[in-house]
C-alpha cells in the first residue's frame, strides 16, 4: 500500500494532503517496524523503536503541522526521538506517549465537530488514540518487568490488542487514499 502510494506521488506528481499527514507517518513507521522485527533479533533498540518514534511522530505533526515546513518537522521528528533513544529516558516516553494521546483524541473530537467528510476521517483518530493506549500498555508492563504468562487478563488485553490494531490498519486502508492525496 505504502510503494503504490509513493509510486503514485512519483508518477503523477500529486502533492501530499498535510491536514492528514501523520496518518502517512504512521503507516511509513509500522512498515520500518516489520521490516526491523523481520531481519533482527529483538532487543531494547527495536522494541523501543516503535515506542520512541510513533509518539513522537504524532506530537510532532498534529502540534506543527501547518507551522513549520514538513521537512523541518521530519527533521525535529528524527532528532527528539533519535536523543530520546540514547538517553533511554522512560519518563520522557511515557509523557511523549500521554502527550500523543491527547493530541489524537483532541484532533478526533475535533474533526467530529466539522464538516461530513470530516465526520468520516473522526473514526480513524480515536482507533489511533485506542490503538496509542494499548500500545503504552504494553510498554508499561515491559518497563514494570511485569510477568505476562501469569497474568490473569492477559486473554482480554489480548482480544482488544489483536482486535483494535487490524481494525486500525484496515480503516487507514480504506481511507488512505482520500487522506494522502489531494
Not at 523481520?38 to 513522537?56: A, K, M, Q, R, S
Not at 485506542?130 to 508492563?141: E, G
Amino acid at each position: 500500500m505504502l510503494i503504490l502510494c509513493i509510486l503514485r506521488f512519483i508518477l503523477i506528481k500529486k502533492p501530499f494532503n498535510q491536514n492528514s499527514i501523520e496518518i502517512l507517518f504512521f503507516v511509513v513507521l509500522l512498515t520500518l517496524d516489520e521490516f526491523i522485527g523481520l531481519n533482527w533479533e529483538i532487543n531494547i533498540y527495536t522494541f523501543n523503536f516503535i515506542h520512541v518514534f510513533i509518539p513522537v511522530m504524532f506530537c510532532c505533526t498534529i502540534l506543527l503541522n501547518k507551522k513549520i515546513k514538513l521537512v523541518y518537522i521530519i527533521v525535529l521528528q528524527l532528532l527528539i526521538s533519535s536523543i530520546e533513544i540514547y538517553l533511554m529516558n522512560y519518563e520522557f516516553i511515557i509523557y511523549s506517549y500521554l502527550f500523543s494521546i491527547m493530541l489524537i483524541i483532541h484532533k478526533g473530537i475535533k474533526l467530529a465537530g466539522q464538516s461530513s467528510s470530516q465526520i468520516k476521517i473522526a473514526p480513524l483518530y480515536f482507533f489511533l488514540g485506542f490503538d496509542q493506549i494499548l500500545s503504552f500498555i504494553v510498554m508499561l508492563m515491559y518497563k514494570l518487568d511485569y510477568n505476562w504468562q501469569s497474568s490473569l487478563y492477559i486473554d482480554y488485553f489480548n482480544i482488544f490488542f489483536n482486535l483494535f490494531f487490524p481494525l486500525t490498519i484496515l480503516y487507514i486502508n480504506v481511507k488512505f487514499r482520500r487522506l494522502i492525496f489531494i
